[in-house]
């Protein structure tokens, strides 16, 4: 149920991606097989000096565990704890960001190499990554925790988490706390979720998952709550997607049934809408190599009605694809897989989906295809689409940037180092975050290499 990243096909599947994650775990590396080993770029990494400006109004980016104890993981008593005034807001960040001439630098590595981790930016504006693998399998799931501060440049250690996991869903709640659910561990999915309080750096478990469930999507609504979505529920060389959804209580610490989206599916993406609803598309809804299927069916859920309703779907079915809201409420979706067979390549096609009139439109495709990539929002309107899997099933190093008002893709500064399936983050200033990956298309290895890229002007 997880495709590396590194091992999809050609040579192989991704036993991170779906079809490899728990596949490829100690039962399904066959996924693994990727073809190509993974494509190392090493670039001159000078750091030109940075201009500052000033955002534009309106401009917007996207072991075992112990008693459950979840409702008390906002601890305010800490002195400074961004938890201290209920809102998790004393530390914001500066509004000013930081431009230079579209080149990736790198910066301080992992204190541990790793892929297929979740990540999520805190309050204070630092970055926290939870989880992940080693190798190319879940029984290399890490539970280390590690937190990025950008006025430094470093990480610093942050306590491990209950119990280790790849592909783990996380998401800071509004209490500033950061909620980590499901993922996978020696090749099956899990059903656990915890919680960690910057305040005083401790998890406590948070409650169980209604069913055990790897590469979903958490999604925090305007409420709140954490809405999660689909996942693979099975373990195994194949598995098999859900439509089920829950969401998670902050309050009392519990895991609810929400209302069951109407097509089962994993890798799918999860896009929070202006309106408080979140808009659900494609992904897998099966793995079995060349006869697993991928939808271009999208849903909307309703939190107030805990409802889903049907909306138009994609051009194309898609999985390991990404998507992010953009400035005027609609949404970017780019690249990815159209289907699980070794044959098909990764795409460059992207489309655009507005809420108001529920209609996809194509826009420009991206200059190189990829799939299991990192796609950013920044601060200032533009999106960032950055290494992943190019057609070859290779790692690429190559990025580019989406500019909304032109409707065009257009390259920018490569990477040091070719990745795919890294953590990444736009960063308060601007600048965006990418750390780790893997190396290959197997996932054979993984690197702790981060880098940090700063956008040229517009």
């Given at each position: 149920?997880?495709?590396?990243?590194?091992?999809?096909?050609?040579?192989?599947?991704?036993?991170?991606?779906?079809?490899?994650?728990?596949?490829?775990?100690?039962?399904?590396?066959?996924?693994?097989v990727?073809?190509?080993?993974?494509?190392?770029?090493?670039?001159?990494?000078?750091?030109?000096?940075?201009?500052?400006?000033?955002?534009?109004?309106?401009a917007?980016?996207?072991?075992?565990?112990?008693?459950?104890?979840?409702?008390?993981?906002?601890?305010?008593?800490?002195?400074?704890?961004?938890?201290?005034?209920?809102?998790?807001?004393?530390?914001?960040?500066?509004?000013?960001?930081?431009?230079?001439?579209?080149?990736?630098?790198?910066?301080?590595?992992?204190?541990?190499?790793?892929?297929?981790?979740?990540?999520?930016?805190?309050?204070?504006?630092?970055?926290?990554?939870?989880?992940?693998?080693?190798?190319?399998?879940?029984?290399?799931?890490?539970?280390?925790?590690?937190?990025?501060?950008?006025?430094?440049?470093?990480?610093?250690?942050?306590?491990?988490?209950?119990?280790?996991?790849?592909?783990?869903?996380?998401?800071?709640?509004?209490?500033?706390?950061?909620?980590?659910?499901?993922?996978?561990?020696?090749?099956?999915?899990?059903?656990?979720?915890?919680?960690?309080?910057?305040?005083?750096?401790?998890?406590?478990?948070?409650?169980?998952?209604?069913?055990?469930?790897?590469?979903?999507?958490?999604?925090?609504?305007?409420?709140?709550?954490?809405?999660?979505?689909?996942?693979?529920?099975?373990?195994?060389?194949?598995?098999?997607?859900?439509?089920?959804?829950?969401?998670?209580?902050?309050?009392?610490?519990?895991?609810?049934?929400a209302?069951?989206?109407?097509?089962?599916?994993?890798?799918?993406?999860?896009?929070?809408?202006?309106?408080?609803?979140?808009?659900?598309?494609?992904?897998?809804?099966?793995?079995?190599?060349?006869?697993?299927?991928?939808?271009?069916?999208?849903?909307?859920?309703?939190?107030?009605?805990?409802?889903?309703r049907?909306?138009?779907?994609?051009?194309?079915?898609?999985y390991?694809?990404?998507?992010?809201?953009?400035?005027?409420?609609?949404?970017?979706?780019?690249?990815?897989?159209?289907?699980?067979?070794?044959?098909?390549?990764?795409?460059?096609?992207?489309?655009?989906?507005?809420?108001?009139?529920?209609?996809?439109?194509?826009t420009?495709?991206?200059t190189?295809?990829?799939a299991?990539?990192?796609?950013?929002?920044?601060?200032?309107?533009?999106?960032?689409?950055?290494?992943?899997?190019?057609?070859?099933?290779?790692?690429?190093?190559?990025?580019?940037?989406?500019?909304?008002?032109?409707?065009?893709?257009?390259?920018?500064?490569?990477?040091?180092?070719?990745?795919?399936?890294?953590?990444?983050?736009?960063l308060?200033?601007?600048?965006?975050?990418?750390?780790?990956?893997?190396?290959?298309?197997?996932?054979?290895?993984?690197?702790?290499?981060?880098?940090?890229?700063?956008?040229?002007?517009?």
């Amino acid at each position: 149920m997880e495709r590396y990243p590194a091992t999809r096909r050609r040579s192989g599947s991704f036993e991170g991606g779906f079809g490899a994650i728990l596949l490829i775990d100690a039962l399904a590396l066959l996924l693994v097989v990727a073809s190509g080993p993974a494509a190392y770029l090493y670039l001159n990494s000078s750091h030109p000096s940075p201009i500052i400006a000033t955002a534009a109004p309106g401009a917007q980016g996207s072991a075992t565990p112990g008693p459950d104890a979840s409702h008390l993981a906002a601890d305010s008593s800490a002195p400074g704890s961004p938890l201290a005034n209920g809102s998790g807001a004393s530390a914001r960040p500066s509004p000013s960001l930081v431009y230079s001439d579209g080149s990736w630098t790198r910066t301080d590595p992992l204190p541990q190499a790793r892929w297929a981790s979740a990540s999520v930016v805190l309050h204070d504006g630092r970055v926290m990554i939870v989880g992940g693998a080693s190798g190319p399998s879940s029984q290399d799931a890490v539970a280390s925790a590690t937190i990025f501060d950008p006025s430094t440049g470093r990480w610093g250690a942050a306590t491990d988490m209950l119990q280790p996991r790849d592909y783990p869903m996380a998401v800071t709640l509004t209490d500033g706390s950061v909620l980590v659910a499901g993922g996978s561990r020696d090749g099956q999915p899990l059903d656990t979720a915890e919680r960690y309080n910057p305040g005083n750096g401790s998890w406590v478990a948070a409650g169980r998952l209604n069913l055990p469930r790897s590469m979903g999507a958490l999604t925090l609504l305007g409420d709140g709550r954490a809405l999660v979505t689909g996942g693979g529920i099975e373990g195994g060389p194949g598995w098999g997607s859900t439509a089920s959804a829950e969401i998670f209580n902050p309050k009392t610490g519990i895991w609810s049934i929400a209302a069951p989206m109407a097509v089962a599916r994993a890798r799918q993406t999860a896009t929070l809408l202006v309106d408080g609803e979140v808009l659900v598309a494609g992904g897998a809804t099966t793995y079995q190599g060349e006869t697993g299927s991928v939808t271009a069916a999208v849903e909307i859920y309703d939190p107030k009605s805990d409802s889903w309703r049907e909306a138009a779907p994609m051009s194309k079915p898609r999985y390991f694809h990404g998507a992010t809201l953009l400035g005027d409420g609609r949404v970017l979706v780019a690249g990815g897989w159209y289907a699980t067979s070794n044959s098909d390549p990764s795409h460059a096609t992207a489309e655009i989906y507005d809420p108001a009139t529920d209609k996809w439109v194509a826009t420009a495709p991206m200059t190189k295809a990829r799939a299991a990539y990192s796609l950013v929002g920044l601060p200032d309107g533009r999106v960032l689409a950055a290494g992943g899997v190019d057609p070859d099933y290779k790692a690429q190093a190559s990025s580019e940037l989406f500019d909304p008002i032109t409707g065009a893709w257009k390259a920018t500064g490569d990477l040091a180092q070719a990745v795919m399936w890294s953590a990444a983050e736009a960063l308060p200033d601007g600048r965006v975050l990418v750390a780790g990956g893997g190396l290959d298309a197997s996932a054979t290895h993984a690197t702790a290499v981060c880098e940090i890229y700063s956008a040229p002007p517009r």
